[in-house]
């Protein structure tokens, strides 16, 4: 089917376009100067990643599809973290004109699908020229009447839970940097994340009082809750799920590891959670994290940094 | 102050988003998984792009403060050609780790600036490394109950007229690609446009069949709204405003220039416009874009060709 360059830009937003499923949120879609969302709580949730290719993903490592489920999870699990329903997303798409335009329909066959797990459409978008992959993507949702689960709740007293997958992300990360190519099950998590999409609806049913996703790691994620919270954060290590396939250093990666995303909130300490979370602290007064009582080693991933 | 890389990106996110307005529409602001926005109509209007260092901006060309300014106003007249109130933008920042700081927060004063002038806020974003600059900029808009100004709603023997600059951009573009530095004015114009967001609420009040913001050219744009809305434009050239600034080649430019943001809109026959709009040609059965009855030759401006 040739390269992007060779269809041009209205050419390659038919193709793409053509791919994308519209669900019934999406009022008016791509075509037009801008998309036309639902919101019928009279509040958007609005938030925006960049992925930038050799800092985000490598085209070595990962396929155009998994790339495209995971650049779409990790912008729905932002908006689920607020206790919102995903709605719709939108796609900023740079690439080099010499992409094979089959690459850019596996990518948003990838975005596709992801969103169709998450109860969300691709509204709109943007494609551009550029040297480097670089996606954009704005996800939106619907708070359905209710405020927003923010990360300033957390209370002394309250229970710290986590539903989803911790460490797997970063360890099958750290298998492709030794040049491995096993557990499958590991690489497939770093390749495409599977952010627990209804821990949102359950962490609000069981009465949370802070949410977020573990993008960056647990112990540096619990902290943005302490630190909105004016809170501390007393987490207990032997009750973070650490999983035998996570090997050795599997704690370190639970408790480090980002891009799993994960989700981490505070109850009530009479909330009665589903069986999917699993407590793995409590929050006190104070400031901070600590692990088993002590201050964690500098953790986490600083995109900005790395 | 040091490059954003010694920031790091928590230090670049508090150093940018101190220096960003915060309107009533930004419920809840920077700072947690995603922002919150009013959207009391119901709906949102949504657009995004992305603009990519040499390709969509040169900084020897344009500094910091206007390539905010444009980057805001591109996405800014988008949500005001669908005939919405704009509420708020999202932004991606992608720098090498080495850019000043300084450069970034006149980034973010021109991006505050044009908010403010369309009156807009920033809600939220992302900072990631990257080795050229890219913006990928979300605009949200506010319809206030009424349908959306599509290209689709042209009929024949409407009106077409347009607001705002035409081909200012792109004369100033031609300028700079002289190693000229004047005409000021179109220098200007090409380094920060001044789309008329006051036109959204003209034209909805003057009974706007079809709307949009001229990026890629008169002409080209004009198609889109033919092919929209099933209809063919005849366009009179002697209508178009071409000021002597322009000078020869002007009316090349005000036709085939893109990039001022101007707005287009088709109207009743009967419809009384303001007096900054220009009448400029009349909608008629068939397809495509006539000039002065002949076919134009292949203008506008592919960003993904060029």
């Known amino acids: 089917m040739g390269t992007i360059g060779e269809l041009g830009e209205f050419g390659l937003i038919g193709l793409l376009t053509r791919r994308l499923p519209r669900g019934p949120d999406v009022r008016l879609g791509p075509g037009d100067d801008a998309a036309v969302v639902a919101a019928p709580d009279g509040r958007a949730v609005a938030t925006t990643d960049l992925l ?5 993903f490598r085209r070595d490592w990962s396929g155009p599809y998994d790339i495209g489920r995971k ?3 990790q912008n729905l699990a932002d908006v689920v973290a607020m206790g919102a329903r995903p709605t719709a997303l939108l796609v900023g798409f740079a690439a080099p004109l010499t992409t094979d335009a089959a690459w850019a329909e596996g990518l ?25 992959i670089t996606l954009a993507v704005t996800a939106l949702g619907d708070l359905g009447g209710r405020p927003p689960l923010t ?10 839970a986590v539903r989803g997958r911790l460490g797997w992300s970063a360890a099958g990360l750290a298998l492709l940097e030794e040049g491995r190519d096993g557990p499958a099950v590991l690489i497939g998590a770093h390749r495409r994340p599977e952010p627990p999409y209804a821990a949102g609806a359950e962490a609000r049913a069981a009465g949370a009082t802070a949410l977020l996703d573990v993008s960056d790691g647990l112990v ?22 650490v999983p035998d396939v996570l090997g050795p250093g599997g704690l370190r990666h639970a408790l480090t590891g980002g891009e799993d995303h994960a989700f981490a909130g505070t109850f009530p ?11 793995v602290g ?23 940094r790395a």
Chains 1, 2 share one sequence.
């Open 52 to 56: 930038v290719e050799g800092r985000h």
């Open 269 to 279: 300490a009479e909330a009665v959670l589903p069986s999917s979370w699993s407590p």
């Open 220 to 241: 540096q994620d619990l902290g943005h809750i302490a630190a909105s919270s004016g809170v501390r954060i007393d987490l207990d290590s032997s009750a973070v799920p």
């Open 71 to 73: 650049a779409a999870a």
């Open 151 to 160: 990360r300033s709740g957390a209370r002394p007293g309250d229970v710290v």
């Open 282 to 304: 409590v929050v006190a007064e104070g400031t901070g994290v600590l692990v088993d009582g002590r201050e964690p080693g500098r953790g986490g991933w600083d995109h900005f």
């Open 108 to 132: 948003y066959d990838g975005l596709a699908d992801e969103c169709r797990a998450a109860g969300a459409s691709v509204a709109g978008g943007d494609v551009v020229g550029a040297d480097a």
